[in-house]
């Protein structure tokens, strides 16, 4: 006996087969696009290596020349304790103007000069001192350098001062001392290569969330489809859906390799929180950017113009959203303006679900505010697409 189907299940049947042939439509369309298809592959495996790998934002293995005046114990044991990981001893020189001339050329970050009789004065209980001079051309990694050498340079000089001490009633154990013992949450070894590499993914996800609708209705325009599928029983929405539909799925499988394929194993990034949880609000994003790509497809002609749209917007949205800088370091204008933006609610997202194993009950303030950005961004490029052909 056939089922009896109301004209109500119907129309829904008919919908939604209209709804994955188009989808299926859109899927083989962006198979055949070979220079996304390489720049999708490229972003969510190679890109993703190179930016956890390469890419560092603590002080490492930075370049050190040394003119050693002195040449005693305490000098050659004062030049020992610049080592690595922080810095990279790369010999020694004998005139000043020497270490200016590897700052000005790049060849060195860092240039310390022990003056003569170093050993003695500090014997002696006289006044003394090293100069340690910092290329600060990158300014975060000058000021690492000289952060760490005027840590390195108080330590050593407590450990002279006890061992002058040492054999009295003023013994090292008898004095005074305030011991910092911190914890590091959630990257207890504090590896740059978690944060990079977890940043970088973002930065790709958000950059195709929006390129890919925007190309993939643009390439109807180029081809002259876009009138054809106007006039077909379909509705606006139900040409826009399935192309938002089909790369929201390509972008959700590039997710994916990149995290299983890349990050986990070369770099160790864990996912702490629920993975299910991760890619359905994943999914969530892309459908908020996506409503980015749409508007900008409807005032673009072709897809050249689309990635120029898709950089002009995407640019301020990377650099002001939280992954360049914390938010807490913009200016309060900028923190407002960026309200509108759904990557400052993914990143907190992202990183709460990968890094500290939140859930819904700890991220439900971003993941509606992301809900209504979202929806409201989706309805605008839908009341754009309309509006252009009305």
Known sequence: ???????????????????????????????????????????????????????????????????????????????HKFKAPFFRLEGEIHDPREGLRSLDRGKAMAVLEIPPRFHEQLMTGEPTAVQFLVDTTNAPQGLSAASYAVRIIAQFEQEIVLARLGGTETSPQNLPAIVSDHRVWYNPDQNDT??????????????????????????????????????????????????????????????????????????????????????????????????????????????????????????????????????????????????????RYFIDIANGILLKGSDLSLLWESVLSMVLLGGGLFGFGMWRFRRQFD
């Open 1 to 79: 006996m056939k089922p009896v189907w109301t004209p109500r299940m119907q129309r829904i049947i008919l919908w939604l087969r209209r709804l994955a042939v188009m989808t299926r439509k859109e899927m083989l369309q962006l198979s055949r696009d070979v220079p996304i298809g390489l720049l999708l592959v490229y972003s969510f495996t190679l890109a993703v290596y190179i930016a956890g790998n390469g890419i560092r934002s603590q002080l490492h293995n930075a370049s050190l020349l040394v003119q050693d005046s002195d040449h005693s114990v305490s000098s050659r044991e004062l030049i």
């Open 194 to 343: 978690w944060f990079e590499s977890v940043s970088h993914l973002l930065r790709q996800i958000t950059i195709f969330a929006i390129l890919l609708p925007a190309a993939a209705l643009v390439r109807e325009k180029e081809r002259g489809t876009v009138e054809q599928l106007l006039v077909s029983p379909l509705t606006p929405f139900q040409i826009m859906l399935p192309k938002v539909l089909a790369m929201t799925v390509v972008i959700l499988c590039a997710t994916a390799v990149a995290l299983f394929g890349i990050m986990r194993p070369a770099f160790g990034v864990p996912i702490r929180g629920s993975a299910l949880l991760f890619f359905t609000l994943t999914a969530l994003f892309v459908f908020s950017t996506a409503g980015m790509g749409l508007a900008a497809a409807t005032i673009t002609r072709n897809q050249a113009q689309v990635g120029m749209m898709t950089l002009l917007v995407v640019a301020p949205m990377m650099l002001l959203s939280g992954l360049v800088a914390p938010m807490e370091a913009l200016p309060t204008w900028t923190r407002n303006l960026m309200i509108l933006s759904p990557l």
